[in-house]
């Protein structure tokens, strides 16, 4: 089945530092986004890169796309203590309207 | 930005009731979504809804769940008999043309 799946499960950085996630999946995909979920809270929209692309930017956010290698990763340079949250990656087939979530990426930053 | 609202914000339920989750999604989007996230997983898609009707739902969304659209504005998840392991943060989504999802805040639901 196409999941994605994120790596690594828990990262911990000092504030300033650059913070790379990374996500595999198992099936072609028409897009791949990136999410953002703050404890308890819905998640947020971060960026959207389609399977025509190869890299994307959105402020100091950079997701790179693989489709060889069925993998993407999210890169947040100068990192911020309020981008402590967890990240998921979510995917969506060719084929129909469902978007599939991994497992996500907690990211926690440190002032 | 556009706003997808919830309510309740949490719901506490006892085993074996009823259960209706209610969203109101943004109004001129096209696909509408619930998904669930038991406490510390992942998010998992339950069913998406498109002109008023189910276009795909997952292995979760048996006979329990139902969705309705009933008054072309609210959109909501009904889950009949509740068990312990519904117990999950609730989220609706609404998606436009771009396949952007944008969420509501969720309903966390606690069955007792």
Known sequence: SQ???ED????SIQEGENATMNCSYKTSINNLQWYRQNSGRGLVHLI????NEREKHSGRLRVTLDTSKKSSSLLITASRAADTASYFCATRNNYGQNFVFGPGTRLSVLP | E???TQTPSHQVTQMGQEVILRCVPISNHLYFYWYRQILGQKVEFLVSFYNNE???KSEIFDDQFSVERPDGSNF?????????EDSAMYFCAAVAGADEQYFGPGTRLTVT
Not at chain 1, 8 to 11: D, E, K, S
Not at chain 2, 76 to 84: E, Q
Request: aromatic share 0%.
């Open chain 1, 3 to 5: 999941q994605g799946e």
């Open chain 1, 8 to 11: 690594p499960q828990a990262l």
């Open chain 1, 48 to 51: 959207l890169i389609r399977s």
């Open chain 2, 2 to 4: 556009p706003e997808v």
């Open chain 2, 54 to 56: 189910i276009s795909e």
């Open chain 2, 76 to 84: 909501t998840l009904k889950i009949r008999s509740t068990k312990l």
